[in-house]
């Protein structure tokens, strides 16, 4: 399989789970399994853990593995993201990029610098907005 082709099948699957997802026998076993999560207290070391713990031993879970086994287990990070409905931007983005270097749109010094900018735009700069325009700054001046 093709990079191209591996990027098609990823974003097929996420849309086909979140449809599944909204079939209302599906949704009350996310709801369930949510509920639990939201539950959790945030602050413990293991926080993580106990999430993925939660997740994995879900009915919500137990059935979309039933659905889409082969999905769940070579990308078994990204099928819980799904599952706890985690912004996908960054993902779509990464794609995108990956899709432009595999069919020469795209250098891959320059996707890959892309990529690195946007996750730090999304988890570094927005996080702490007046770094973020120092950070910028200094980085113009190199």
């Known amino acids: 399989m093709s990079i191209i082709e591996e990027m098609g099948m990823i974003r097929e699957n996420v849309k086909l789970i979140k449809q599944f ?6 949704a009350v076993l996310k709801t369930l399994m949510m509920t639990e999560l939201s539950e959790l207290d945030s602050s413990i070391s293991n926080y993580e853990d106990k999430c993925d713990k939660v997740v994995k031993s879900s009915d919500f879970y137990i059935k979309m593995c039933e659905v889409f086994p082969s999905f769940s287990k070579e990308f078994e990070a990204l099928f819980i993201m799904v599952l706890r409905d985690f912004d996908l931007g960054p993902l779509d983005f990464m794609l995108q990029t990956m899709e432009g270097i595999a069919n020469g749109t795209v250098t891959k010094d320059k996707g890959e610098m892309a990529i690195g900018e946007h996750l ?5 700069k927005s996080s702490d907005p007046g770094q973020g325009n120092k950070r910028k700054k200094k980085m113009s001046k190199k």
């Open 21 to 26: 997802s909204k079939i209302p026998e599906i």
């Open 120 to 124: 730090a735009e999304r988890f570094i």
